[in-house]
């Protein structure tokens, strides 16, 4: 089934159709934390975006005998986001955070955008209590860029000027590499911790999936394109993906395999 959401502004929408991709790894990393074992939990979703970790959470809530979620914070740099997250479940947000907060601190797929993963990953060490726990999603890889996109411009968009891939332009360089992953929480603190490759197949709607990636090579082109480039191509990179993938695949959902790295650490 289609996502409903027409009338809705443009990166909201984009956030709620890549949730077909991210809300997967996301609920795999919630059950790799264990939480599910607790009793009285306190969490931060940091880089929450449109809030499908928070759905899972209270989701887990509901389900999971015994435990008691006491404290649920969303948090995300952009304030529009934080705004539908608390229409869309009445999240709290709650700032700033004292040392020793949360019994728990996710960030699904955020810490590929933190300027400085180094001090992310102290802050939110910082706010974890003893025993606590920290979990982040991320891409070992983006494979529809060589699937699709790539492609998609050589075929339709010959004459655009070339395009980085999104893994060499997140600004926390690193976060594919398990050995790499683990040496930073090591430096950060973190004990415990596991890296583990969580491989899934989600079915995509093709107009939906090819806007929603689309708009991520958008912000890619603005950076490396000129202003004249960019206002020459940009309009047509969705509909060249949509006809590769269609050239491809045909009409209707498909399923498009995916591989996250999903790593979970301990505070003592």
């Known amino acids: 089934m289609a ?40 969490v931060l979703d940091n880089a929450s975006g449109a809030g499908i970790l928070v759905s899972h959470l209270i989701d887990l809530a509901a389900t999971a005998p015994g435990l008691q979620l006491q404290r649920l914070v969303a948090g995300d740099l952009d304030p529009e986001a934080i705004r539908y997250v608390k229409e869309r479940q009445q999240a709290q947000l709650i700032i700033p955070f004292p040392d020793a907060s949360f019994t728990h601190v996710f960030a699904n797929f955020g810490i590929l955008f933190s300027f400085e993963d180094g001090k992310a990953l102290s802050e939110t060490y910082r706010v974890l209590q003893t025993d606590g726990t920290a979990g982040f999603t991320t891409w070992k890889g983006i494979k529809w860029w060589a699937d699709l ?24 360089p690193g976060w594919k590499d398990p ?90």
């Open 3 to 42: 996502i409903l959401t027409s009338g809705m502004p443009l990166a909201q929408r984009v956030a709620l159709i890549s949730e077909n991709v991210t809300g997967p790894p996301g609920a795999e990393m919630l059950r790799l934390s264990n939480m599910a074992s607790c009793e009285e939990v306190t």
């Open 149 to 172: 996109a790539k492609p998609a411009f050589a075929k339709y968009l010959p004459d655009a000027p070339g395009l980085p891939a999104p893994e060499d332009i997140f600004p926390s």
């Open 179 to 268: 050995n790499l992953i683990l040496k930073k929480m090591d430096q950060a603190g973190f004990v415990d911790v596991k890296v583990t490759e969580f491989h899934f197949a989600p079915k995509v709607v093709p107009e939906e999936f090819c806007e929603a990636t689309a708009a991520l090579v958008k912000l890619i082109a603005k950076r490396a394109w000129s202003e004249a480039d960019f206002r020459r191509y940009a309009g047509e990179l969705e509909g060249a993906m949509l006809r590769c993938y269609q050239d491809d695949f045909g009409e209707g959902k498909k399923q498009v395999r995916m591989t996250a790295l999903i790593t979970i650490g301990k505070k003592r």
